[in-house]
């Protein structure tokens, strides 16, 4: 049985962090559609699917987001 872990939520660091962006780089690729959406998980939290970041990063130059969150 090969089951996969939860898809855990990475705060706006953590994303940094792993992609080497910039935080205005970040937002203007969101903005661009070329980067994964956040996700609200309260009220003024948001953070990103680690599944979406993964997938980003496997081919960052023609990544397109879709509309599901």
Request: proline share 6%; glycine share 6%.
């Amino acid at each position: 049985m090969n089951e996969q872990p939860p898809d855990r939520i990475l705060r706006l660091n953590a994303v940094l962090d792993r992609t080497g962006l910039t935080r205005a780089t970040l937002y203007r690729k969101i903005q661009a559609g070329t980067f994964p959406k956040q996700v609200r998980i309260a009220t003024r939290r948001t953070g990103w699917r680690e599944s979406a970041i993964r997938e980003w990063m496997r081919n960052p130059m023609f990544y397109e987001a879709g509309d599901a969150s």
